[in-house]
């Protein structure tokens, strides 16, 4: 099958080329030479401003004092487009343009969603936050309906081994050391999740998106306690009426939009079900997921002073599963084995999360603004199963038969989460400066009672087998709640300086928190610098370096502690945040070919760290231990190249090495996230001559991360998962294109997008976690998880 697909692609794709190639018109080769000047309203130059001939794959950039030069062919009409961050995008129509031309712009400042430029990530990144393009998030195959956090599973430094999840770690940082923020409020993650298949939709709403900001290091100071990322997202404030449907078999969203000058409200509704990808696992069964939310951002700015606005989300996960069989071979060529298994019971889970913001904003003076923000998240979740099954481990070139026996899994698992804050924060420009500060607070709330318990028997005997009782392989009971308050403040400045050596970006910053739990005062001093030269302004130079904590939440305080086989949980109150300090050194280059922009980025980091708190990791489940008893260090290189590989649209590939040790109980072990390499790829192309077939191409290599035997500790994680291996495909096909509104029948219709998807187009086979299986001689064989195989999904796009 895999050699098919790989023969009838290419051949379909020359076919469509030569087809579409058939239908090109001549284009006329006169050439016309543009040339001027890029002002702000100021008359001050608009360095860096991107200058594009739309229709062609013409670009450039201008210099530090705003001048532009470029060259293009003539047409009976040509649009040269001018877009650059901060400035509404500008247009001019050139009518038979001919010979030698000036055109001088003035660009005005907006704060609004920049939807013409095409290739957003040739902007030029002064600091650690890089702004994501979201143009194509709407048509990427998603395999999780959280499109946001998969565009940023595609950057450099970043890495995901489950196409079922939006989790991701960033620079052998785990789930939890990604911070998150919509509309400058943190959101969290439900805490009781251990699989993908319980995983429903994230927070993010893609289609309410209007920037995606992101840091895989080396972030500013006014980010929180968290080590490894910060995924900044804003939503859009709608101008006119809009509306988006789009379905799936995996789910479906709408949209509804509405704003002008002075208010906006936009809705979002999300059903999302992963029923149909669970199918082509290898445990079989009756999969009944169901993932509903609501979302609603309403602004009001009734003067050109005050704004006012507020979100409200509601979200209701549900995941039932009642396993019938399942059938695993793994091993080798020459050794195979075989794991069958017959189920009985169920598992019913249950994730519910509300969050709910206020936000008051007051500009003083034309360069001031001060905002005051109130939030609330709530969390309700439950985990509950009773599982048993029969197994059968054989030799599939033999008939020696290795294990027969049963086990039962057991859990009652309930969580409840609480967190509300207030924030005040400043912001100030003056002159070449821009000023920052702010002071938070945090009530969290948690309380958890917990009750889980796994039996084994193997040949009619009991796991552990004692000969004279009867005890289960684990058990584990908790009951704990938390009450506590957080503290927090920041301040930081960015200065920026514009001379004849060059452009100078400078920030620098510092975060002071405390939290009453543990009473632990947090110092967290931050800078970072940028510098583009004068003598060649198509390099950028930044260094980054900082101290960042990781303040623990919840999970972090879970310390298990076993007596004669019972496991049971205490909250740590000694339990200190864990350290690191940072330094991130990048740099990057932006170049042609074939007069098409390209960027190429590199950033060497490394973090040294101390109090680490250790995990454990099985598929999305983080046990902590409880304790701050291990030291260790990351080191590593990112590599990306980003530009137009086709005419007019937008790829990327990134390649990263990394290393992550840590020294726990005096024994150099790597760490769980010591991922050795990782390539991510995001292509994008279209048939020449039109603009109605479109094609994105996402593949991701992984190193495999370290594992061992479960309920034990890291240094016994002597073995390594095979590498995550995946290739998504998805086409594209425009089946009404009205942007211009020719088509008077369908005056609101703008587009009607239709899509299919090839998931694993490749079929590989890729390992979740393992399930150990012990005989009654104490041998343990671990049976590989495997996540979704090939799949196909049919989508449409409807946009009014």
């Not at 794959?57 to 877009?83: C, E, H, K, M, R």
């Not at 979302?295 to 507020?310: G, M, V």
């Not at 399930?771 to 796009?797: C, E, F, K």
Request: net charge positive; aromatic share 12%.
């Amino acid at each position: 099958m895999k050699r098919f697909i790989l023969l009838l692609l290419p051949l379909f794709w020359g076919i469509m080329n030569i087809s579409a190639q058939d239908e090109e018109e001549p284009v006329d080769t006169a050439k016309v030479h543009l040339k001027g000047k890029v002002v702000d309203e100021s008359q001050d130059p608009v360095a860096l401003c991107q200058i594009r001939i739309e229709g062609q794959p013409i670009g450039t950039t201008a210099s530090l004092n705003g001048q532009y030069s470029l060259s293009f062919s003539t047409a009976d009409s040509v649009v040269v487009v001018y877009s650059m961050i901060g400035y509404e995008t500008r247009k001019r129509v050139l009518k038979k343009p001919k010979g030698n031309l000036t055109l001088n712009i003035v660009m005005r400042e907006s704060g609004k969603e920049m939807t013409e430029v095409t290739v957003a990530e040739t902007r030029r990144q002064m600091g650690s936050m890089q702004e994501l393009n979201k143009k194509d998030l709407k048509r990427m195959p998603s395999t999780s309906g959280n499109a946001v956090e998969e565009l940023v599973a595609t950057q450099a430094g970043v890495s995901t081994h489950n196409e079922l999840s939006s989790q991701y770690n960033v620079r052998g940082g785990s789930f939890d050391e990604n911070c998150v923020y919509i509309n400058g409020v943190e959101v969290y993650r439900p805490m009781l999740i251990s699989s993908g298949q319980q995983e429903g939709l994230s927070v993010i709403n893609s289609d309410m998106v209007e920037k995606i900001n992101f840091s895989a290091g080396g972030f500013e100071a006014k980010y929180g306690d968290k080590m490894s990322s910060v995924l900044d997202i804003t939503y859009a404030h709608p101008e006119r009426f809009e509306t988006t449907v789009s379905a799936s078999l995996l789910g479906a969203n709408v949209y509804v939009g509405y704003g002008n000058k002075k208010f906006s409200f936009s809705n979002g509704l999300r059903y999302k079900t992963n029923q149909y990808m669970l199918g082509s696992l290898e445990t079989k069964g009756e999969y009944k997921p169901n993932f509903l939310d609501y979302q609603a951002y309403l602004r009001w700015a009734p003067t050109k002073d005050w704004s006012f606005d507020a979100i409200v989300y509601i979200n209701r996960n549900n995941y039932n599963f009642k396993p019938s069989d399942r059938e695993t071979k793994f091993g080798t060529l020459e050794d195979v084995k075989s794991f069958k298994v017959y189920f009985d019971g169920k598992e019913e889970d249950q994730f519910q999360t509300l969050f709910g913001t206020i936000r008051a904003s007051r500009r003083l003076g034309k360069s001031g603004a001060l905002t005051l923000t109130a939030s609330a998240f709530n969390n309700r979740e439950k985990e509950t199963y009773d599982i048993q099954g029969q197994y059968w481990l054989n030799e599939t070139n033999g008939d020696e038969q290795l294990g027969v026996g049963s086990y039962m899994e057991h859990a009652r698992n309930f969580l409840y989460s609480n967190v509300q804050a207030f924030k005040l924060d400043y912001d100030l420009k003056k002159g070449r400066h821009h000023m920052q500060t702010g002071i938070g607070w945090k009530h969290e709330k948690v309380r958890e009672n917990s009750n889980e318990w796994e039996y084994r028997d193997s040949s009619g005997y009991n796991v552990p087998h004692t000969g004279t009782d009867l005890q289960v392989i684990y058990n584990m009971r908790a009951k704990n709640s938390i009450n506590a308050n957080h503290l927090e403040l920041y301040a930081q400045d960015t200065y920026r300086k514009e001379s004849a050596l060059g452009i100078l970006s400078l920030n620098y910053g510092l975060r002071l928190s405390y939290w009453g739990w543990n009473r632990e005062w947090l110092f967290s001093p931050r800078a970072s610098i940028g510098f583009v030269p004068a003598s060649n302004d198509n390099f950028t130079f930044r260094l980054a370096a900082g101290l960042y904590n990781q303040r623990p939440f919840y999970k972090e305080l879970r310390d298990t502690i076993t007596i004669a086989g019972n496991t049971t949980v205490q909250l740590n109150k000694d339990i200190k945040s864990q350290r690191s300090f940072q330094v991130v050194a990048g740099m990057e280059y932006k170049f042609k070919i074939a007069e098409r922009p390209f960027k190429f980025t590199t950033e060497l980091y490394y973090k040294a760290q101390w109090k680490l708190n250790p995990y454990n990791v099985d598929n999305l489940k983080i046990v902590y231990y409880g304790n701050n008893c291990a030291t260790g260090y990351v080191v590593g290189a990112d590599f990306k190249l980003y530009g137009e590989f086709v005419p007019g649209t937008d790829s990327w590939i990134s390649f990263g090495l990394m290393k992550a040790s840590m020294n726990l109980n005096g024994q150099k072990i790597p760490q769980p996230t010591d991922q050795r390499y990782n390539i991510n790829l995001f292509f994008s192309d279209y048939f020449p001559g039109t603009t109605r077939w479109k094609m994105n191409l996402k593949a991701t290599i992984a190193d495999g991360l370290p594992f061992g035997p479960p309920h034990t500790g890291l240094e016994r994680n002597a073995f390594r998962a095979p590498a995550y291996r995946r290739f998504d495909i998805g086409m594209n096909y425009r089946l009404i294109d009205n942007e211009d509104k020719h088509l008077r029948r369908f005056r609101n219709l703008r587009n009607i997008w239709l899509g299919l998807d090839c998931f694993n187009i490749f079929g590989l086979d890729n390992v979740s976690s393992y399930y150990w299986i012990t005989d009654i001689s104490n041998h343990q064989y671990a049976v590989p998880n495997y996540l979704t195989g090939r799949m196909i999904n049919a989508r449409i796009l409807i946009e009014l």
